[in-house]
């Protein structure tokens, strides 16, 4: 919880520094005309006056009033370049929308939650409290994620990205095409029981194929599935050190030796079993393998 409460933090504070640039790139030109009267009224004015450009020059020698390569100015504000039909305060704002949905978009559409899942129960399975903590086991799961979901990653840039920042297509038509290879990554993990209650619960009539699954029954149905599937690897990972404490237990107790807690023995001798089988080799690569 403290490594989600720090991420939080960065993404609050990062958020605050967008919208005071997005502020400032909002105000338009006679938002900071006013401003500059103020200040010359209030202000005694010590900077000498240029002097009046004469008429007489020819207009090649005029002195330039106009930015060289500015972006071009509307009403709502400045045009990105590569995004048409967008506004930079419109965009902020879109921005910091989709930033604040970060954390729920990388649980729901990724490997994230079954990843973390398995780490906390075989953290738990150790009997190990704060070893490796919470931001090891989450930053972990990143960069497995990352490992996992880079291929979509590609795809969603060469197919939405690029063509939108050379102005084939909006913005919408790239969040549309972008849906394509997050549903193909989604629609091969969902179980068919999950897909089938959220189709009963929206009350949509049955598709021919888990390709055709909106949206709305393929994110939750998602999710759904790889929290079954954390709880499933998690549990058959819990049963070895379970039975060593078992054994354990059993034994101190047989000899009398009520007074010695028997976490105290087994604890070690489940660390010795996990370093002798080179467990991490054999998690990640189960896990890694498990979405091939």
Same mark, same amino acid.
């Given at each position: 919880?403290?490594?989600?409460?720090?991420?939080?933090?960065?993404?609050?504070?990062?958020?605050?520094?967008?919208?005071?640039?997005?502020?400032?790139?909002?105000?338009?030109?006679?938002? /900071?005309?006013?401003?500059?009267?103020?200040?010359?009224?209030?202000?005694?004015?010590?900077?000498?006056?240029?002097?009046?450009?004469?008429?007489?020059?020819?207009?090649?020698?005029?002195?330039?009033?106009?930015?060289?390569?500015?972006?071009? /100015?509307?009403?709502?504000?400045?045009?990105?370049?590569?995004?048409?039909?967008?506004?930079?305060?419109?965009?902020?704002?879109?921005? &910091?929308?989709?930033?604040?949905?970060?954390?729920?978009?990388?649980?729901?559409?990724?490997?994230? +939650?079954?990843?973390?899942?398995?780490?906390h129960f075989l953290r738990q399975a150790l009997g190990l409290?704060?070893?490796?903590?919470?931001?090891?086991?989450?930053? @972990?799961? &990143?960069?497995?994620?990352?490992? /996992?979901?880079?291929?979509?990653?590609?795809?969603?840039?060469?197919?939405?990205?690029?063509?939108?920042?050379?102005?084939?297509?909006?913005?919408?038509?790239?969040?549309?095409?972008?849906?394509?290879?997050?549903?193909?990554?989604?629609?091969?993990?969902?179980?068919?029981?999950?897909?089938?209650?959220?189709?009963?619960?929206?009350?949509?009539?049955?598709?021919?194929?888990?390709?055709?699954?909106?949206?709305?029954?393929?994110?939750?149905?998602? %999710?759904?599935?790889? @929290?079954? +599937?954390?709880?499933?690897?998690?549990?058959?990972?819990?049963?070895?050190?379970?039975?060593?404490?078992?054994?354990?237990?059993? %034994?101190?107790?047989?000899v009398g030796m009520f007074q010695l807690p028997p976490v105290?023995?087994?604890?070690?001798?489940?660390?010795?079993?996990?370093?002798?089988?080179?467990?991490?080799?054999?998690?990640?690569?189960?896990?890694?393998?498990?979405?091939?």
């Amino acid at each position: 919880m403290s490594g989600i409460r720090a991420t939080r933090q960065c993404l609050l504070t990062a958020a605050i520094v967008l919208f005071s640039v997005a502020w400032g790139a909002a105000q338009t030109p006679a938002d /900071l005309q006013v401003n500059t009267d103020n200040q010359n009224q209030t202000a005694p004015s010590t900077v000498p006056q240029p002097a009046p450009v004469n008429e007489s020059i020819p207009e090649i020698l005029q002195p330039v009033t106009q930015p060289i390569d500015s972006p071009a /100015l509307t009403n709502n504000g400045i045009r990105i370049p590569g995004v048409s039909g967008e506004a930079v305060p419109w965009s902020i704002v879109i921005l &910091l929308t989709a930033l604040t949905l970060i954390p729920s978009v990388l649980m729901c559409v990724t490997p994230f +939650a079954r990843l973390l899942i398995v780490f906390h129960f075989l953290r738990q399975a150790l009997g190990l409290q704060t070893t490796p903590s919470n931001q090891t086991l989450i930053g @972990l799961s &990143l960069i497995l994620t990352f490992f /996992l979901m880079q291929p979509v990653g590609k795809e969603i840039y060469d197919t939405a990205i690029v063509p939108m920042q050379a102005g084939q297509i909006t913005t919408m038509e790239a969040l549309n095409r972008g849906q394509g290879p997050v549903r193909k990554f989604m629609s091969h993990y969902v179980r068919e029981k999950d897909a089938a209650l959220f189709i009963e619960l929206a009350k949509e009539p049955r598709p021919a194929s888990v390709d055709d699954l909106s949206m709305r029954v393929l994110l939750p149905a998602y %999710i759904l599935s790889e @929290l079954k +599937a954390g709880f499933q690897i998690g549990t058959v990972l819990f049963l070895p050190f379970l039975i060593v404490d078992m054994v354990v237990a059993s %034994i101190t107790t047989s000899v009398g030796m009520f007074q010695l807690p028997p976490v105290v023995i087994s604890t070690p001798l489940k660390l010795l079993l996990f370093l002798m089988v080179d467990g991490w080799h054999l998690l990640i690569s189960s896990l890694m393998r498990s979405f091939n």
